[in-house]
């Protein structure tokens, strides 16, 4: 059985021990903290200063609103915005004709016209001032910024108010404060009450969610590494390959192109499976002996989990053996690696699921509702990575077919390399 | 006659292995200036860039250094020579270094160009990072004569320091980010010259 | 100095498995055989004298340099390995240029000695040429030059000849008899023909031991009057080949002409005394040494 051997070699193989190794560190690090103890129920009372029941995040159109369109006139007035595109900060100034297109957003968001805005000078940004008092004391005193007065136009819907934000931050050029994936990260935030607290646990800790609320913090972890310790595995078996002079040897074998690299990768997949399905059960017994009095379901998790890692591992491993293929094994880990660590700094903890990146986040047993909410966005995200792992595979398998026919190697043909065929 | 062939190993390694590494740590540092902010920065927000990404220059430079010898017949005849090959890999070692302090040089200067808050100490800290990091790699690479293994060990590492801050100790990578002094560079340094010192010892007594 | 190889009880050990069973050798000036099945421990010992391996007991001295002494060993020796490969982008020239280095030769002397070996061993034209671009018999050229490089006193050569078509083999068998002129060379193969021609000692190893040494004449001798050859029929045939060990077989029409090798004249008709060639000596080696061989 040509799957066994394949199998074999990859868990035979350094890399594999490693991937192993990296998952359940990984699990034992992140995740099983989270284990030891079932979250605390709420304590009703009087809270003390600097205590809280936590925050949210709301989509209520009376609260993201108002906070947005303040922001955007803020900056605008400032004349620079901050965009995360890696989560970290970056000062974005516009030219004339961007600021013109910035301000018209605000005119039909508030009927405040570029003419008054520019006219504006009394600005202020908000800030915190020292304050001497009568008895010598001195204070830290926030101060509001100044704005012009505005009010928000009573006749625009949430819907255009979305649309509005999506031009605004395509003139900005992306992952500002009104991107789709951090508007409500940055507006939509508030403060729970005793009651949302309550609610957040009984949701945690309700028979039919314990399961789902877990697995979604562990997919969250698990993410992480599985968007990148795959190529590592798929890249060692191609170099072993190439290490051990194999390539030859095995292209002038019967067995066809496509049964090859199929076999491979599903051999790859369920090896690299191995390690996830076994964290994934220990979390589950763990989380029985948790919760022993609850009668918890296992089935949702178990289909979440699938749909959440399978389509990472798998995007991953067939990406690194189409470039593993098409140029070369190494080169393959630094486009992972490239990928990897753009999509792992451009994901907020919870809350920030798009459509296209690699790695979906929800770092947090709670906000099942802020999960839902972006649901929509999860399954096509997740879906999008599954199509694309099956068109890379075909792709591989193509181009595996064509160099064993003699085509050149993609690199030496791009890259020109002086290549004299062997006099031999 | 020892210090011309030191010379001539420099210059066939630079031309024919030199070439990989150098491209994979120069895409690094666009990389870095292409993802993050590099203007007008206070001290710790400064440091993220150098600590955050541009670190990776050390593995891009340092975890290929056993690369050429991959396959054991090239490596058993260069070990077969007078020159012990230590000495081929420490020249290696010497002119990535090399590379790498220049790379981090160049984006603490261009920081500096973009009025942010650096100095020495950015240096120090980014080119520490970098050396430690890269210092993990080779030490993998080396071990287990896996190239492959040496940048996931790397990766592992970096992952790491997102969860380990006080387990790591003074080899935490973005100690700066944190708290704003170099003081871990010495220590990184030290950690690496030993590892790469175990390393280089175990594989000369690999027989 | 003396100028022999000394071998005395050489132990030597991959992990569990025992790869070098107390060796005792003495290799004198000249071209020098180390025959044996692959996987006799052939390479092991070569790499062991080559300072590549180290051994677990015993002593090796090398033109009376202790072998532990790498620093030295490796000034005397040139090595080419199994299945020579180099860094495939370099040019032949570069490559040599090089490995010169890493042996400690100066400017001038690398220059000199690079352009008297690639003529010796025919690759002036491929000088600039990338190694990738070369044939396997260019390679092993190549491969023989970068170890003469140093004008070495002893030259190990592990199965060169593998792999190669009969011309570039005869071709590379005289470039390593003129080199044996001046020095040591050890040339390991399970490649018979290899030995008879151009060896004047041999040893024949077997599962990590020595079983005979001495030189090609005597291995010969002892073989003779124990190697026959008859034409038979299919069904004797068979029988012979369940009883003898059989070196060689040619059909002709009905008949087979069969050698075999038995310590005394096999009673079938037509049997008869045959001259003993070197195949038939190492068959016979081996069979006399008491060694496992699968009758055909």
């Known amino acids: ?424 | 006659m020892q210090k011309r062939s030191y010379g001539k190993i420099l210059s066939v390694n630079l031309k024919h292995n030199f070439k990989m590494p150098i491209v994979s740590a120069l895409g690094v540092l666009i990389l870095t200036l292409l993802l993050f902010n590099t203007t007008a920065l206070q001290s710790k927000e400064a440091a993220r860039p150098i600590e955050f990404l541009l670190c990776f220059t050390g593995v891009m430079l340092l975890v290929p250094v056993f690369y050429p010898e991959q396959d054991e017949t090239i490596r058993d005849v260069i070990r077969s020579k007078k020159i012990d090959y230590t000495v081929v890999c420490i020249v290696r070692v010497l002119y990535s270094t090399a590379a790498m302090a220049a790379l981090t040089a160049f984006m603490v200067l261009i920081m500096k160009w973009g009025e942010c808050d650096v100095g020495m100490d950015h240096f120090w800290s980014g080119a520490a990072d970098a050396w430690f990091l890269g210092a993990v790699g080779f030490t993998a690479a080396g071990l287990t004569n896996n190239i492959t293994a040496g940048y996931m060990s790397t990766v592992l590492y970096y992952l790491a320091n997102y969860g380990l801050r006080n387990e790591l100790g003074p080899f935490y990578l973005f100690a700066m980010s944190y708290s704003g002094s170099s003081d871990t560079a010495g220590p990184k340094i030290l950690g690496a010259v030993i590892l790469m010192g175990v390393t280089l010892t175990l594989c000369r007594n690999r027989k | ?296």
């Open chain 3, 1 to 296: 100095m003396n100028d022999e190889i000394r071998i005395a009880h050489v132990d030597k050990f991959y992990g569990k498995k025992q790869a070098l069973k107390d060796v005792s050798l003495v290799i004198p000036q000249g071209m020098f055989g180390l025959l044996g099945r692959n996987g006799a421990g052939k390479t092991t010992l070569m790499k062991t004298l080559a300072a590549l391996h180290t051994k677990k007991s015993g002593e090796i001295s090398i033109c009376g340099v202790p072998v532990e002494d790498t620093g030295k060993i490796r000034e005397m020796i040139g090595y080419l390995p199994q299945d020579f490969s180099m860094y495939p982008n370099m040019s032949v020239y570069e490559c040599l240029d090089y490995l010169g280095t890493l042996s400690g030769l100066g400017k001038e002397e690398r220059k000199n000695s690079i352009d008297r070996l690639l003529q010796k061993v025919n690759l002036q034209e491929q000088a600039g040429d990338k190694v990738k671009s070369l044939s396997g018999g260019m390679k092993r050229r190549l491969g023989i030059a970068q170890a003469l490089l140093h004008d070495p006193k002893v030259l190990i050569v592990d199965e060169p000849t593998a792999g190669l078509d009969p011309e570039e083999r005869i071709r590379f068998r005289n470039l390593l008899c003129e080199t044996a002129q001046e020095r040591i060379v050890i040339l390991s193969t399970h490649i018979v023909g290899d030995i008879e021609a151009a060896c004047e000692n041999i040893a024949v190893m077997n599962e990590g031991r020595i079983l005979w040494r001495g030189t090609v004449e005597k291995l010969i001798a002892e073989a003779e009057g124990k190697v026959f050859t008859a034409d038979v029929e299919k069904d004797v045939l068979m029988e012979i080949r369940k009883t003898y060990i059989v070196t060689g077989m040619l059909k002709q029409g009905r008949m087979t002409s069969v050698r075999m090798i038995a310590e005394k004249r096999p009673e079938f008709p037509g049997c008869m005394e045959a001259e003993v060639n070197c195949e038939d000596a190492y068959m016979y080696c081996l069979y006399s040494s008491g060694c496992e061989i699968e009758k055909q």
């Open chain 1, 1 to 424: 059985m040509l799957w066994m051997k394949e199998c074999n070699k990859t868990v035979c193989s350094i890399i594999f021990v490693l991937y192993a190794a990296a998952v359940a560190a990984m699990y034992i690090t992140q995740f099983v903290p989270e284990l030891k103890d079932a979250p605390a129920k709420p304590y009703k009372g009087a809270l003390q200063p600097g205590e809280g029941y936590g925050s949210t995040i709301k989509e209520d159109p009376a609260i993201l609103m108002p906070a947005a369109v303040e922001s955007l006139i803020r900056e605008y007035l400032e004349g620079s915005y901050r965009t995360y595109p890696l989560l970290f900060y970056k000062d974005v100034r516009l030219k004339e004709e961007d600021s013109a297109g910035i301000a018209a957003v605000i005119e039909e968001l508030t009927g405040l016209t570029k003419a008054e805005l520019d006219r504006f000078d009394a600005y202020e940004p908000e800030r915190y001032e020292a304050a001497l008092h009568e008895d010598g004391e001195q204070s830290i005193v926030y101060k509001e910024a100044q704005l012009p007065a505005y009010s928000l136009r009573a006749d625009i819907s949430y819907e255009r108010f979305r649309e509005l934000m999506t031009i605004a931050d395509e003139i900005i050029g992306g992952a500002s404060k009104y991107s789709e994936q951090f508007l409500l990260y940055n507006f939509a935030r508030v403060s729970m009450t005793y009651e949302e607290a309550l609610a957040e646990y009984e949701e945690i800790t309700d028979e039919e969610n314990i399961a789902g609320s877990y697995s979604r913090l562990y997919c969250d972890y698990m993410g992480i590494i599985l968007s990148i310790m795959p190529v590592f595995v798929c890249a060692g078996l191609w170099q072993m390959d190439k290490r051990s002079r194999m390539e030859e040897l095995i292209y002038s074998r019967k067995i066809s192109s496509l049964k090859l690299i199929i076999t491979r990768y599903l051999s790859m997949l369920l090896c690299m499976s191995i390690p996830v399905i076994l964290t994934f059960l220990h979390a589950m017994i763990c989380i029985r002996n948790l919760y022993p009095e609850k009668n918890i379901h296992f089935g949702n998790a178990i289909a979440l989990t699938m749909v959440w890692l399978i389509p990472a591992i798998m995007a991953v491993t067939g990406t690194g053996a189409l470039i593993s293929e098409l140029f070369s094994p190494l080169f393959a880990i630094f486009v992972q690696g490239a990928w990897w660590y753009i999509a792992v700094q451009s994901n907020q903890n919870a809350g920030s699921i798009t459509k296209y990146s690699l790695i979906v986040r929800h770092n947090t047993l709670g906000s099942m509702k802020l999960f839902q909410i972006q649901y929509g966005n999860f399954m096509q995200n997740r879906m999008g990575y599954l199509i694309l792992s099956m068109i890379v595979l075909l792709c591989t398998v193509i181009i595996y077919h064509w160099h064993r026919k003699g085509a050149g190697h993609a690199k030496k043909i791009l890259w020109k390399n002086t290549v004299r065929k062997s006099k031999a």
